[in-house]
């Protein structure tokens, strides 16, 4: 683990619980009793991550396919609203697909959701409030890093600044980032999320194929973030702006009273 996986771990109090985690042959075990996919890149995250929860009673973040069923025995908390269009189950949860690709629950973070993991070992976060799916990282590694690196963004300063999101159906985040002086951090991407930061944005491109077209999104605040939009529509004229609020307000009235118009 990195030096700042290492921090945010400590700093937040992070446990790890050799009783919520279990060997690569236990969890197979389970998998196949369960007659859950049994993917190799569910037990290598096991062996490497699993166990480590922010506390026996909080899910701000746990790691693990073990220590998810066991927190689902415990709680209830894992599901998927029958109505729901992006994830489904058969039967019930923790039987769920993508797309005709079947998940395997490895968690949850707080910051994107339930945890799932694909074959491939792509990590996905769930929201099942609004039945939305997003690419996280392409294995556990980037996913703590990434996790670590918002941390020290947003969380651990003692007073973080308003911060508004606004995303673009393009492939540009190089781009922005070059024009903000915002520098890559490796640890934090892989072939599936490249992520920029500086003191004043952060930047974050998911690959195409994981998320239905190319996609980049900046963190800012009010000024970063309209100087970054109006580079990405110098750069990207045609492509679809999705504003949401954030910590800061409206950011599509924002976007309009700037002249640049979301679709």
Known sequence: MSRRVRLYLDTEGMLYDPARTCSREAL??????EELPTFTSALDLEEAFGGILSSPDETVLLLGTFQALLHQRETGRYSVDEHAKTLETDGSWPHVRWRDMPLLPVGHWHGI????????GVIYGYQWNDDALRAAAGGGHTLLESIALWWETYEMPQECPPSFEASVRASIAAEIARALSAALVEEASDGLCARFRNDDVFIEEIAAAYAGGPLTTVWADKKTLLEAMRIARDLAPEARIEARQDYGGDVSTMLRDAGIFPS
């Open 113 to 120: 959701g339930d945890l799932y993991i694909d074959e491939t």
């Open 28 to 33: 197979l075990h389970v998998l196949e009793r």
